[in-house]
C-alpha cells in the first residue's frame, strides 16, 4: 500500500477483555515497531521487529502485551485483560533497513485508539 | 538511557510570524540522529526535518529549520512564515546511529496559530 495502515481506527472494550491491533506496514520495509501514546504524554516504545531476528520486547509494559508479525509483514499487537490504563492510541511505523547507522525515516500510521471501559 | 525533553507544553503564533520550539536531550552517546515530527488531529505522525549529530550544519526544509548546539544538547524547530496548516503538536524525537533502533520521544509542544 502507499502508506502504513492500522486497524481499527477506534476500538471501545471492556475491562479485562482481549483486544487485537492490527498494522500493515509499506510493502518492503523491514523494521516494524509499535508504539502508545496515552493522553497528554509523548510516544512511548513497545516493541519493534527488524528483519527475521528476535523481536525487541524491552518496552512492553507488562505481560498482557504480545506482539507477533506474520512472513515479515503484518504485525498485530495484542493486549490481553485490559485494564483501564490501557487506555491509549497505538501508533505503528515501519522503516527500511539500508545499512548500519542509515537515518532511516519511521513512517507511521494513523494509529488506533483503545477505550477502555 | 536517553531522554528528550520538550519545555514549553502549548505555544502560539500569528499567521505569517516565526515561531521556535524548544527541545533539549541526554545522551552520551557522540553519534545519533535528533527529528522533529508534526502530528495534527488526524493522529498522523508526518516527519518536519531530521538532523545528523556529525553534521554541523543546520538542516533546513523549507519554511522550516533546526539550530542544533551539540555541545548544549539543544535542538530547537524555528517555523517561519507561520500557516494555519501548521498547527498542530510537534515532537522532537532522538535515535542512535546503531541499527534501526526505536525513536525516543519527548511529550510535545501544541502549536496553535492565530489568524
Known amino acids: 500500500g502507499a502508506g502504513v495502515s492500522q486497524s481499527p481506527s477506534n476500538k471501545v472494550t471492556e475491562k479485562g477483555k482481549d483486544v487485537e491491533l492490527r498494522c500493515d506496514p509499506i510493502?518492503?520495509?523491514?523494521?516494524l515497531y509499535w508504539y502508545r501514546q496515552s493522553l497528554g504524554q509523548g510516544l512511548e516504545f513497545l516493541i519493534y521487529?527488524?528483519?527475521?531476528?528476535?523481536?525487541?520486547k524491552s518496552g512492553l509494559p507488562s505481560d498482557r502485551f504480545s506482539a507477533e508479525r506474520t512472513g515479515g509483514s503484518v504485525s498485530t499487537l495484542t493486549i490481553q485483560r485490559t485494564q483501564q490504563e490501557d487506555s491509549a492510541v497505538y501508533l505503528c511505523?515501519?522503516?527500511?533497513?539500508?545499512?548500519?547507522?542509515?537515518?532511516?525515516?519511521?513512517?507511521f500510521g494513523p494509529g488506533t485508539r483503545l477505550t477502555v471501559l | 538511557a536517553q531522554t528528550v525533553t520538550q519545555s514549553q507544553p502549548e505555544m502560539s503564533v500569528q499567521e505569517a510570524e516565526t515561531v521556535t520550539l524548544s527541545c533539549t536531550y541526554d545522551?552520551?552517546?557522540?553519534?545519533?540522529?535528533l527529528f522533529w515530527y508534526k502530528q495534527p488531529p488526524s493522529r498522523q505522525m508526518i516527519l518536519v526535518i531530521r538532523?545528523?549529530?556529525?553534521?554541523?550544519q543546520n538542516a533546513t526544509e523549507n519554511r522550516f529549520s533546526v539550530n542544533f548546539q551539540k555541545a548544549a544538547k539543544s535542538f530547537s524547530l524555528k517555523i517561519s512564515d507561520s500557516q494555519l496548516g501548521d498547527a498542530a503538536m510537534y515532537f522532537c524525537?532522538?535515535?542512535?546511529?546503531?541499527?534501526?533502533?526505536?525513536?525516543?520521544f519527548g511529550k510535545g509542544t501544541r502549536l496553535s496559530v492565530i489568524a
Open positions: 511505523a515501519s522503516s527500511f533497513l539500508k545499512g548500519q547507522g542509515s537515518t532511516d525515516t519511521q513512517y
Open positions: 510493502s518492503g520495509h523491514t523494521a
Open positions: 521487529f527488524q528483519g527475521n531476528s528476535a523481536p525487541d
Open positions: 545522551t552520551s552517546e557522540s553519534d545519533y540522529y
Open positions: 538532523q545528523e549529530a556529525y553534521k554541523q
Open positions: 524525537a532522538y535515535r542512535r546511529v546503531s541499527g534501526n533502533t526505536p525513536l525516543v
